[in-house]
């Protein structure tokens, strides 16, 4: 399957959300609650909140068919990156996607002299990562969304030039 991943554009932000919700919806609820995903993968679509981030940080999309099928969001600041998420809906997985959506981001680190990645992963996506050589920052935890608590796991990465290689 033919994909394109591009820099997103404010025409993005319904997109974005939608991809975000389907990927909750369809991906993380096989190893997430009903109760998490409920709160989790239906919240509202606040335009603000995506147009800041797009206009303000860093975010790629990927396109197959001409629909966006899922994102990455990440800023940096003090040399260190947060990534604060990277969702693929279901018609997207298995095509290599994240990685190269991580690999924009490893350039970005490059570019910007990023010594450490934050982010606090999924139960889903915590394989994908150690893969990608992060590590797990402290134990699971909860953050609070929609005023119902999800599960995550903060993890990072001791970033250094190349970027690191994947685990088989």
């Known amino acids: 399957m033919k994909f394109t991943i591009r820099k997103a554009e404010p025409k993005d932000a319904f997109g974005i959300y939608t991809a975000h919700m389907l990927s909750i919806q369809e991906v993380c609820s096989l190893d997430h609650s009903a109760e998490e995903v409920a709160a989790?993968?239906?919240r509202p679509f606040i335009e603000e909140q995506r147009l800041k981030a797009i206009n303000e940080q860093i975010v790629y999309v990927v396109i197959i068919d001409e629909v966006i099928e899922g994102f990455v969001h990440a800023n940096i600041a003090?040399?260190?990156?947060?990534v604060f998420a990277?969702?693929?809906t279901k018609k997207a997985l298995g095509l290599g996607i994240?990685?190269?959506?991580?690999?924009l981001l490893f350039?970005?680190?490059?570019?910007q002299k990023v010594t450490?990645?934050?982010l606090h992963s999924t139960i889903?996506?915590?394989?994908?990562?150690?893969?990608?050589?992060?590590?797990?920052?402290?134990?699971?935890?909860?953050v609070i969304v929609n005023n119902a608590p999800v599960r995550c796991t903060p993890m990072k990465l001791k970033y250094a030039d190349p970027k690191p290689e994947v685990k088989s």
């Open 86 to 88: 990277l969702y693929i």
């Open 116 to 118: 450490e990645i934050n």
């Open 98 to 103: 994240g990685r190269k959506m991580m690999d």
């Open 107 to 111: 350039l970005e680190c490059e570019q």
């Open 78 to 82: 003090n040399g260190e990156m947060y």
């Open 124 to 142: 889903t996506a915590h394989s994908f990562y150690l893969k990608l050589g992060f590590v797990d920052s402290a134990p699971m935890t909860t």
């Open 40 to 42: 989790w993968g239906h």
